[in-house]
């Protein structure tokens, strides 16, 4: 029989509910996204954020189990992000998803966050004609504004975490970086948009290699762009916001796609998933498509950007697992996936 996971997730500015089939079938996945709230700060408001989801995380939770025709009597388990995340923003949901299971006696299963952002490579839409389930070993690049990770996944729930970041993430220095050019945020797609205009080699912004690891470093091209921008203020130049843009976005992109997949040759994978915010970016898109030679898995955008649907697919190998957790547990707001 079909197994359904409820899945819950408020780890940053998203208050996400999905119902899932299976670990792969989406049933619902409404997404109330705090984007427009949030822009007026120039990057989330942790406050705003907790606030906003308390105001939204039961319309969504409805919202998802009726577009999936269902009450909490249809589904098996209820998954809920536990980590990493915003404390804040993670406790609304982890309570909200206590309080229901509490209240209809459905097993609780607490997600990792990134371990859902691998998940989303599961998911799909409609079951008349499934693709294939993702091989393994399979490596998994997270690019959002809270993480850049290399993940190498060697069968359903088994990670080790090759690196990461060590200071930004990809989609932080793409905040920041717009913000220094007086694009809007979210940073990521303003800079896409300005990066089209303008030439990727006018400027040669520098490259942080960190040789023999598999981690990430964002803040010397920053600073590397804070630099040029001050340079050109101060002799009363205008700022070539297109070049710049274009030559930092390539500068990332470089790292990214370089680095992912070195580590994917590195460890034989199978195949390479790009998932989390900055896998919007059609530059890095394209990029891996014409440089990889093996399969690449980029989810549509709406599973690469925060969603309840990959919570749930993750819940569903959890709950096959036998995994069922206490009430009484808490969030952990810096959760790596090497911990889980
Ligand atoms: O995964 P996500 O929606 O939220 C979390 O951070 O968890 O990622 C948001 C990040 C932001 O930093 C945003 O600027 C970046 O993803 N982003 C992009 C693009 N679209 C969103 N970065 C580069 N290019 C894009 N097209
Ligand atoms: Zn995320």
Redesign the pocket.
Known sequence: MATRILGIETS?DETAASVVEDGRLILSNPVASQIDLHAQYGGVFPEVASRQHILTIHPIIDNALQTAHMTLNDVDAIAVTRGPGLPGSLVIGFNVAKGLAIGSGLPLIGINHLEAHIYSAWLIESDQTPPPEPKFPLLALIA???HTELVLMSDHLQYQRLGGTLDDAA??A??KVARMLGLPY????A??NAAENGDPAAFSFPRAWLEGTWDFSFSGLKTAVLREVRKLEEGNLPIPVDDIAASFQSAVVDILVKKTLAAAREYSAEEVLIT???S??EILRQTFEDSASLPIHIPPIFLC??NAAMSAAAGHFRFQQGQRDPLDFDVLPNWPISEI
């Open positions: 940053c959002s504004g809270g989609g932080e793409f905040d979210p940073g990521g797609p800079i896409q989390g915010g900055v919007s970016n950007t925060d």
